[in-house]
């Protein structure tokens, strides 16, 4: 059956899919920043029991989670980052970090890419900390 049939419109997929594009095209303007200031890209859009993650990045002997928000500013972008989220994405990078012992000899850091229409995407380096609480997070301009 039709989403017509049933009386949907269709455009809550549409929105959806609409959403899911403007994040895969954040993710990848975020990957591009992160490769042009010297990262390797491990890995992207990770799936863990404990959540997920968008960007996996080593320069050095630190290995980054990164967590890419897209928003209409680069305030409204982090504050979208909620504490839940990032606790979840700590427990993720654990997750991520037991299948791949090899980096648990990296010092390990939560990152935010900060994404917003026509601006080069602002890199947070040290974001927030393991228990989830914000860094010193007072550079974010509105």
């Given at each position: 059956?039709?989403?017509?049939?049933?009386?949907?419109?269709?455009?809550?997929?549409?929105?959806?899919?609409?959403?899911?594009?403007?994040?895969?095209?954040?993710?990848?303007?975020?990957?591009?920043?992160?490769?042009?200031?010297?990262?390797?890209?491990?890995?992207?859009?990770?799936?863990?029991?404990?959540g997920?993650?968008?960007?996996?990045?080593?320069?050095?002997?630190?290995?980054a989670?990164?967590?890419?928000?897209?928003?209409?500013?680069?305030?409204?972008?982090?504050?979208?980052?909620?504490?839940?989220?990032?606790?979840?994405?700590?427990?993720a990078?654990?997750?991520?970090?037991?299948?791949?012992?090899?980096?648990?000899?990296?010092?390990?850091?939560?990152?935010?890419?900060?994404?917003?229409?026509?601006?080069?995407?602002?890199?947070?380096?040290?974001?927030?900390?393991?228990?989830?609480?914000?860094?010193?997070?007072?550079?974010?301009r509105?």
């Amino acid at each position: 059956m039709t989403n017509e049939a049933r009386g949907n419109s269709g455009k809550c997929g549409d929105t959806r899919r609409a959403r899911e594009h403007l994040g895969r095209q954040a993710e990848t303007r975020a990957a591009i920043v992160l490769r042009l200031t010297g990262y390797r890209i491990l890995d992207r859009r990770v799936r863990t029991p404990a959540g997920a993650i968008d960007i996996v990045v080593r320069r050095g002997a630190v290995v980054a989670f990164v967590e890419v928000k897209a928003r209409q500013t680069r305030a409204r972008a982090a504050e979208s980052i909620s504490r839940t989220q990032r606790r979840r994405i700590v427990r993720a990078a654990t997750h991520y970090v037991a299948a791949n012992p090899r980096l648990s000899v990296l010092t390990q850091r939560f990152d935010a890419v900060l994404v917003e229409p026509r601006k080069w995407p602002h890199h947070i380096i040290n974001a927030w900390t393991e228990s989830g609480d914000w860094a010193d997070f007072t550079h974010v301009r509105r």
